[in-house]
C-alpha cells in the first residue's frame, strides 16, 4: 500500500456496521442542536433498539448534564460491546469516496481518510499542513479529552477543506470510486437527506489520489516552503482534542520509556475526517452576521468606514441594501432605526477590505466595543439569515450588520496571510447539512 504520510494523511482500516440500515445506524455530528434537547430526543426514537452511532457520542446539549461521567461511561462500554459482538464487518483499509444528498436537495461529495494529528496544529501561525479556520477556545478541550481519551472507537464528524478548483482530488477520486457498487446507500433520520458511499482502494486508485495530493500540495506552496493542504471547516475542537489525546499519550509513553517507533504506530495518532472541495457546488459557505445592542450607530458605522476604509452611502429599501452587500465581497450592510427621526435606515459600506471580508471587519468590532465600555455598555451577538438581520435592525437600540457572501478564492489564501478567522466567521450549510456519524475506526 502507497505510503501518503509526506501529505499528513492515511489510508484508514474502516469498520461498517454489517446492518446498513442507515436511518438508525447514523446520527448527525454531536456538536449540532447544543439547545434543543427534543431533536436528540427525536434521535433516540429513530435509532430506536438497534445499533446506532447514537450510542457511540455524546451530544453536546448534553455536556454539562450532572451524569456526563455515566454517560461517558456507557459510550466507552457499548464501543467494546460493538466491536466484540460483531456489529461491524471485518476492517477494511479502504478510501471512501461519499455522496450526500441534504434535505435541500444539495449534493455534497466527499472522502474519508485519516489524518496524522502531526502534520495540524490549531495555534495562530501555524506552517502545518493542516490549520484550523476559526479561532480555538482552549476551554473546550478538557471535557471533551474525557471522551476521547480511552475510548476504542472514533466516528468522524470532521470536515477538512481542500482548495481545488480543478476538481482534482475528491471528485476524480469518486469518478474511479463509482465503477464499483456502493458499499452503503440510504436515508438519513428525520429528514436529513440520503447518503451513499463507495470504497477507494487498489493500486489505480492509490496512484490517482498520490498524484492529486501532488498537485495540491505544489499549488498550496508558500513562500516559506510549507504547504497548506486541508482547513479545518467543521470539527475544530473535535480535531484539537484528538491532537490533545495524542499528544498526552505521547508523553506517557515516553515517560514510561517506550520506543519512539513503538508510540508512533498507536491508532490514536490519526483521526478520521472527510475531505471535501472548497469549490463543491452541494457546499454553501454562509456568513453569519452580527448584530450590535446599545451602540451609537453613527459613530459605529464612522468608526468602521476610518478602520476599513472605502464609502458610505445610503440605500432606499431592506431589498437594495441586500442586492448591495450580496453582490460584493466586501460590502457591509448597517441596519438600524435612527434614533433621532425615528426612521428606518440602511446603510452600506463598500469597504476596501482584499481578504475575506469578516477576517477584518471583527477585529474592528472588537476595538469599537472596548472603547465604548466607559461610555455604556454595548453588547454583540451572532446571528444567522439575512431575515434575522432585517427583523433585528428594526428594534429600537439594535444596529445589524449584514456581511457579504464569502468569498471561497480568497479563503485559503486569507487563513495562510492572517491566520485563523476570527469567531464566528462562517457556517458550513445548515444544521442538517452537518456530517453524519457513519463510518468508524478502532482505537
Known amino acids: 500500500m502507497k505510503s501518503f504520510a509526506e501529505f499528513g494523511i492515511k489510508v484508514p482500516e474502516i469498520l461498517l456496521p454489517k446492518d446498513k440500515d442507515l436511518a438508525s445506524w447514523c446520527v448527525i455530528a454531536c456538536d449540532q442542536y447544543t439547545q434543543d434537547v427534543s431533536y436528540w430526543e427525536k434521535a433516540a426514537a429513530a435509532a430506536g433498539s438497534r445499533p446506532s452511532t447514537l450510542n457511540l457520542i455524546l451530544p453536546e446539549v448534553y455536556l454539562s448534564a450532572p451524569d456526563k461521567s455515566e454517560r461517558i461511561r456507557k459510550i466507552h462500554e457499548t464501543m467494546a460491546s460493538y466491536l466484540a459482538d460483531g456489529v461491524f464487518d471485518a476492517p477494511q483499509e479502504e478510501c471512501i469516496y461519499i455522496e450526500r444528498r441534504t434535505g435541500y436537495g444539495r449534493i455534497r461529495r466527499g472522502l474519508v481518510v485519516a489524518v496524522d494529528l502531526e502534520a495540524y496544529d490549531w495555534r495562530p501561525g501555524s506552517r502545518t499542513p493542516i490549520r484550523a479556520t476559526e479561532a480555538t477556545i482552549v476551554e473546550r478541550i478538557p471535557p471533551r479529552k474525557e471522551i476521547r481519551r480511552g475510548a476504542p472507537l472514533e466516528s468522524p464528524h470532521i470536515m477538512l477543506l481542500v482548495n481545488d478548483s480543478g476538481r482534482h482530488l475528491v471528485e476524480q477520486c469518486g469518478a474511479l470510486a463509482r465503477r464499483t457498487p456502493p ?176 477576517s477584518r471587519l471583527q477585529p474592528a468590532l472588537d476595538a469599537f466595543i472596548a472603547a465604548q465600555a466607559t461610555g455604556g455598555a454595548v453588547s454583540i451577538d451572532y446571528i444567522h439569515g439575512s431575515d434575522e438581520v432585517f427583523r433585528l435592525g428594526a428594534e429600537p437600540g439594535a444596529v445589524a450588520i449584514l456581511l457579504p457572501p464569502v468569498a471561497k478564492d480568497s479563503f485559503f489564501a486569507t487563513i495562510s496571510a492572517r491566520g485563523p478567522l476570527p469567531r464566528k466567521s462562517f457556517s458550513m450549510g445548515e444544521a442538517s447539512e452537518k456530517r453524519f456519524y457513519l463510518e468508524c475506526r478502532a482505537l
Open 183 to 358: 458499499l452503503y446507500d440510504g436515508d438519513l433520520m428525520l429528514g436529513a437527506g440520503h447518503i451513499s458511499g463507495w470504497a477507494l482502494r487498489g493500486e489505480e486508485a492509490m496512484e490517482l489520489l498520490y498524484g492529486a495530493l501532488s498537485a495540491l500540495r505544489e499549488s498550496g506552496r508558500q513562500p516559506d516552503g510549507s504547504s497548506f493542504l486541508f482547513a479545518v471547516g467543521d470539527g475544530n475542537h473535535s480535531l484539537a482534542t484528538a491532537k490533545a489525546v495524542w499528544d498526552e499519550y505521547k508523553e506517557s509513553r515516553r515517560a514510561a520509556g517506550e520506543a519512539e517507533a513503538v508510540t508512533a504506530a498507536s491508532p490514536l495518532r490519526y483521526a478520521l475526517v472527510e475531505l471535501v472541495n472548497i469549490y463543491d457546488e452541494g457546499l454553501t459557505f454562509e456568513p453569519i452576521h452580527r448584530v450590535l445592542f446599545g451602540a451609537d450607530a453613527a459613530a459605529l458605522t464612522a468608526f468602521l468606514k476610518t478602520e476599513l476604509g472605502g464609502a458610505l452611502s445610503d440605500c432606499a429599501s431592506a431589498a437594495d441594501l441586500g442586492k448591495m452587500v450580496g453582490a460584493s465581497a466586501a460590502a457591509f450592510g448597517f441596519v438600524y432605526r435612527d434614533a433621532a427621526s425615528g426612521q428606518q435606515r440602511y446603510v452600506c459600506l463598500e469597504s476596501e477590505v482584499r481578504e475575506l471580508a469578516v
